[in-house]
């Protein structure tokens, strides 16, 4: 039970997934905070007409100091509203930007959505981004957004906004892998790395057939037999663990893995992820096609889902649309060797041998590590996945949520 008068103000107005992630993590480990929430449904107007539900909600509370929210909130339009809020600190927090966010095409662009974001990023005292890729692809687009304003446009806002800007990844918190559950998988941190050859050098480096309804979950796990020196050639289990939507591009994914099979590649498939109500039309195609190499499919519960992670080998992206990608550090933690797209976050996080720059190359790695699993359960993937943990971050989380401004 919270004892002290409440200092900090936690505003959602999408409180799913990372964003209630990060708001259950403060909320547990900061001292304070009290927390408004509005539930993860129609984005669109949660991103419209949350500021005017929070001005008649939030309490007037006098022992406030912050204010937290994520970029989803028009904090310009609560500040408003709600004049006794102005005087708080007020941090703005980006899980990702709408003037990067991609779009099938750019008249499909609703320029609101782009334009409240820049507004409330006025009114900040704090301006929090999760990566150096999502502050400087927001910064360096405002100029050319704020040209699709007919005339009268504004000057030198990236200018008034960069002063107040930083970068503080997102905290996870990890599972404890100390003890890996796949006897054959190599499962250490950096600081443990052997000497070994470097998969990315040189060339780019079955289950049953029932047809079931391709939305729905499924896991058929194979055991694994301990001590079996035939486990180093088990099929490679490659894992997909994103959203069902189209900004993760599912159908590179899907297209790449249909060509293994043509090309009678073996390997084992888990796609994971949370899947809406509007499912991407590939996935249908991909659960009939891929079936016979299918071990999980649909959203998992948060210790089954740590266990497909524990037993697969590759993790990948075929993202266009990535700020961070816990889903990613989570899998590389946990001991997968992850293949990312040479773009978006990727490039800050992982090591060039980890990251592809085409379908082909994509497709050629796969193909090499299917034909060799035992070379990638071997690796330990160079990523010290401590730098992202709340441990590591808290100290400066603390800050953030202090009364003093960076």
């Known amino acids: ?44 107007w949660r991103a419209r007409t949350a500021a005017l539900h929070f001005s008649q909600t939030l309490p007037t509370c006098p022992s406030h100091r912050v204010l ?13 509203l709600r004049p006794d809020l102005a005087h708080l600190k007020k941090v703005l927090y980006f899980h990702e930007n709408q003037l990067l966010y991609p779009v099938r095409k750019d008249q499909e662009r609703d320029f609101q959505y782009g334009y409240n974001q820049v ?28 040209k699709k304003i007919p005339d009268h446009r504004p000057k030198d806002l990236d200018q008034l906004i960069r002063p107040k800007c930083v970068v503080l990844y997102y905290p996870i918190q990890f599972p404890d892998v100390s003890r890996p559950k796949v006897e054959y998988k190599v499962v250490c941190r950096p600081e443990e790395m ?12 079955s289950s049953g057939n029932q047809q079931d309804d391709p939305h729905e979950s499924r896991t058929d796990q194979r055991p694994v037999s301990k001590g079996d ?23 590179l994914f899907f297209s790449t893995l249909m060509k293994l099979k043509e090309k009678e590649v073996d390997f084992n498939l888990s796609v994971l992820g949370e899947n809406f109500s509007e499912v991407p039309g590939i996935f249908s195609e991909a659960r009939v096609r891929l079936d016979p190499h299918i071990l999980n499919w649909g959203f998992l519960s948060r210790g089954a889902y740590l266990d497909v992670l524990l037993q697969a080998d590759v993790v990948v992206s075929t993202a266009s649309h990535e700020f961070f990608g816990v889903a990613m550090l989570e899998a590389v933690h946990c001991g997968c060797y992850p293949l990312c797209p040479k773009a978006l976050v990727y490039p800050e996080i992982f090591p060039a041998e980890y990251l592809y720059s085409t379908p082909e190359q994509l497709f050629k790695q796969l193909q090499r590590l299917c034909r060799r699993p ?29 009364t003093r401004c960076p």
Not at 234 to 245: A, G, S, T
Not at 379 to 402: I, P
């Open 194 to 205: 052997p000497d070994e050859a470097q998969i990315g050098s040189g060339e780019f480096p």
């Open 229 to 251: 020196p035939g486990d180093q050639m088990k099929p490679l289990h490659i894992v997909w663990p994103h959203r069902w939507e189209h900004d993760k591009n599912p159908e």
């Open 68 to 80: 937290f929210s994520s970029s989803v909130l028009n904090l310009c339009e609560l500040v408003a």
């Open 119 to 146: 507004l409330s990023c006025l009114v900040s005292d704090v301006v929090v981004f999760n990566s150096v890729f999502n502050m400087n692809s927001f910064l360096s687009s405002i100029s050319s957004f704020m």
């Open 374 to 402: 035992d070379i990638v359960r071997r690796h330990v993937v160079k990523v010290d996945t401590s730098s992202y943990s709340w441990a590591s971050l808290k100290v400066h989380y603390e800050a953030l949520l202090s």
């Open 1 to 44: 039970m919270q004892s002290e008068a409440p200092r900090v103000l936690l505003v959602e107005p999408f409180y799913g997934g990372s964003h209630k992630q990060l708001i259950d993590l403060l909320q547990q480990n900061i001292s304070g905070c009290s927390v408004f929430t509005l539930p993860a449904k129609k984005w669109h």
